[in-house]
């Protein structure tokens, strides 16, 4: 297999994410969003919407040429069930979509590559203007998020069972593959979280941080991430 990538991409991070909780060998094509390669012709052809993550199964188990970083995930999911990323559960699977979908339907398109772009040219917002436009929707966001993680708590907490370490149970899933790198990435754009109430959210970052399959997938962990 090999993934269309690139180091700071959040979305790209999720799959990275995810193929590594699965154990799975990819070879690494950077796709260089700084430089605009997601533009050029040859990378078009493959994604007409110039977008990374896309992941080229090559053959395994079957020839495709797979995009959208959910829809990635979810494909990797059903071919290679093991560990899984969705409970068995009709109601922990919504669950976990509903908290993965805050992330990639709620927070990440807006404050994507392109949008900021936009903002900047032709809108003419300045840097302040378009932190200020990230930072909010994210903030929103989280918050939200942590939210949600209270109610899973008092239900799990109603049926006496323990604190979740991960977003969603005693396992890492779906919805931690898309926290992660959303966090990660408002920690580039300057967000400080010590001024939000976020406490059970920077629980379960940390709890993922102290897997091997997250911190490989870390930006600076990619080949194409400058040397420090
Ligand atoms: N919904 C898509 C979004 C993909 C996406 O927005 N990718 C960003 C990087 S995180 C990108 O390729 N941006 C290129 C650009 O903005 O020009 C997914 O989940 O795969």
Same mark, same amino acid.
């Given at each position: 297999?090999?993934?269309?990538?690139?180091?700071?991409?959040?979305?790209?991070?999720?799959?990275?994410?995810?193929?590594?909780?699965?154990?799975?060998?990819?070879?690494?094509?950077?796709?260089?969003?700084?430089?605009?390669?997601?533009?050029?012709? !040859?990378?078009?052809?493959?994604?007409?919407?110039?977008?990374?993550?896309?992941?080229?199964?090559?053959?395994?188990?079957?020839?495709?040429?797979?995009?959208?970083?959910?829809?990635?995930?979810?494909?990797?999911?059903?071919?290679? /069930?093991?560990?899984?990323?969705?409970?068995?559960?009709?109601?922990?699977?919504?669950?976990?979509?509903?908290?993965?979908?805050?992330?990639?339907?709620?927070?990440?398109?807006?404050?994507?590559?392109?949008?900021?772009?936009?903002?900047?040219? /032709?809108?003419?917002?300045?840097?302040?203007?378009?932190? !200020?436009?990230?930072?909010?929707?994210?903030?929103?966001?989280?918050?939200?998020?942590?939210?949600?993680?209270?109610?899973?708590?008092?239900?799990?907490?109603?049926?006496?069972?323990?604190?979740?370490?991960?977003?969603?149970?005693?396992? /890492?899933?779906?919805?931690?593959?898309?926290?992660? /790198?959303?966090?990660?990435?408002?920690?580039?754009?300057?967000?400080?979280?010590?001024?939000?109430?976020?406490?059970?959210?920077?629980?379960?970052?940390?709890?993922?941080?102290?897997?091997?399959?997250?911190?490989?997938?870390?930006?600076?962990?990619?080949?194409?991430?400058?040397?420090?």
């Amino acid at each position: 297999m090999k993934l269309y990538n690139y180091f700071r991409s959040s979305t790209s991070f999720r799959v990275r994410i995810a193929l590594n909780l699965k154990g799975l060998d990819c070879e690494y094509a950077s796709v260089h969003l700084a430089r605009g390669e997601q533009r050029e012709a !040859a990378y078009r052809a493959l994604s007409p919407d110039g977008l990374v993550p896309l992941l080229d199964l090559q053959g395994v188990p079957e020839p495709g040429l797979l995009s959208q970083s959910m829809a990635i995930i979810e494909y990797l999911d059903e071919v290679y /069930p093991q560990p899984p990323l969705l409970p068995p559960d009709p109601l922990g699977r919504s669950r976990v979509r509903a908290l993965a979908q805050s992330v990639a339907c709620e927070m990440h398109p807006i404050n994507n590559l392109r949008v900021l772009k936009y903002l900047a040219q /032709p809108l003419g917002l300045n840097e302040e203007q378009r932190a !200020a436009w990230y930072n909010h929707w994210v903030v929103q966001g989280l918050l939200a998020y942590e939210q949600r993680l209270r109610e899973l708590q008092a239900e799990r907490a109603a049926r006496a069972l323990p604190p979740a370490r991960y977003s969603y149970g005693d396992a /890492p899933s779906l919805a931690d593959c898309c926290l992660v /790198p959303q966090l990660i990435n408002g920690r580039r754009f300057g967000l400080s979280y010590d001024a939000l109430d976020i406490p059970l959210t920077l629980a379960v970052l940390q709890a993922c941080l102290e897997l091997d399959a997250f911190r490989r997938a870390l930006p600076e962990n990619c080949p194409d991430a400058p040397p420090v």
